[in-house]
């Protein structure tokens, strides 16, 4: 099984592990002739838009899938050679009112929302979601980019000029409890397995710290994800993994993102889930059967930010598995994880910080 990869960054570089483990020969796609896949696999160097290098990436390939979802939809769209997950769940996840508007029609809760073109319109429609708001670019915004929160009127302008003056979605400022995400499965025949909700915690706009299976999770909370995530998927025709980032408020669930494809937030499976979400991706869009996703006990995942750590300070902490993505240092920029274990709760907690302390963030 041959499978071609659009876009060759760390999720590109884990996709290809799996698939070398599973037998598949993989080759990535990315402008950057040093890209993560590159390190570790066949890959072509060239624009995600060029058809002459997209026809040299699928020569010989039985799928097409990608690892983020920024890719060009027209370009994928005219590609002969199957691409799964479908150009239309890129269609919805790029453009924020789009995948408001996909998630309100399948009976996803989100908050209170509208378009904003120009400054007169955000004007109108703060004033009829009311402050505080959240302003973001519909397009391209990621890690906490392209977004200003708003807390009073007279800062509209300053929140205009913050996003780059583009096409933006305001949003309802949301008191949520936590942040949560769901990670799934869905094969080609419609069959959908569901990891354990995840808790994360943010900072800065960048995830930092996930624990899986949430804290406190109950059978109620997870079918509810579950079942949200089935609707999305199946309104989508969906193949592949996604994930879908929720806030909890008062124990319901409010949409905030999807990501149609492998998620920061599910690396931990690497580790702790009986098949990852790498493997499960590559499972599904090759039409092979689904993996298991239990968990293996607790399990935290810890991004490595900025800054590449002490390899033998982090794996001397129990439990510590460390994987670094092959990215040269630079600011706010996600260079690694390490995933952790424990027995129990507090013990997983102690890790974190154990972690914590040994990365600079830069």
């Known amino acids: ?152 009127g007279e800062l509209l302008e300053d929140a205009w000029r913050a996003v780059g003056e583009v096409p933006s979605i305001v949003e309802a400022l949301v008191p949520f409890d936590r942040e949560l995400s769901i990670i799934a499965v869905r094969a080609d025949d419609g069959e959908m397995r569901c990891y354990p909700l995840v808790e994360n915690h943010h900072r800065e706009g960048i995830l930092r710290v996930s624990y899986a299976p949430a804290p406190d999770l109950t059978g109620e909370l997870q079918a509810a994800a579950e079942a949200h995530a089935r609707a999305v998927a199946d309104r989508l025709e969906y193949v592949g993994v996604f994930a879908i980032e929720l806030f909890e408020a008062g124990g319901a669930l409010l949409g ?39 968990v293996r006990g607790q399990v935290a995942m810890v991004n490595v930010i900025g800054q590449e750590p002490d390899a033998a300070a982090i794996l001397a902490i129990p439990g510590a598995h460390l994987h670094s993505y092959g990215k040269q240092a630079r600011q706010r920029r996600k260079l690694g994880h390490v995933t952790l274990f424990a027995d129990d709760p507090e013990t997983l907690r102690e890790r974190v910080v154990q972690v914590s302390g040994h990365l600079t963030d830069a």
């Not at 492998?262 to 979400?277: C, K, L, M, P, Y």
């Open 1 to 152: 099984m041959r499978v071609a990869i659009i876009g060759g960054g760390q999720l590109g570089r884990m996709l290809v592990q799996a698939g070398e483990r599973l037998g598949m020969a993989c080759v990535t796609l990315d402008p950057a002739n040093d890209s993560p896949a590159a390190q570790v696999g066949p890959a072509i160097v060239g624009a995600y838009d060029d058809p002459s290098t997209l026809a040299q990436l699928v020569e010989g390939a039985d799928v097409v899938t990608y690892e983020f979802e920024n890719v060009p939809v027209e370009a994928v769209r005219a590609l002969a050679t199957p691409v799964r997950p479908p150009p239309a769940a890129l269609e919805a996840a790029q453009d924020r009112i789009a995948e408001k508007t996909l998630f309100t029609d399948v009976g996803l809760p989100v908050p209170t929302f509208a378009a904003v073109d120009d400054l007169a319109s955000l004007d109108v429609a703060v004033e009829a979601i009311g402050l505080p708001a959240v302003l973001k670019t519909r397009r391209f915004g990621y890690d906490g980019k392209g977004q200003a929160v708003i807390r009073r």
């Open 256 to 294: 905030n993102e999807m990501a149609p494809r492998v998620h920061n937030s599910g690396h931990w499976t690497i580790e702790g889930a009986e098949t990852s979400q790498f493997e499960n991706h590559l499972r599904a869009v090759c039409g092979l059967p689904l993996g298991d996703v239990s």
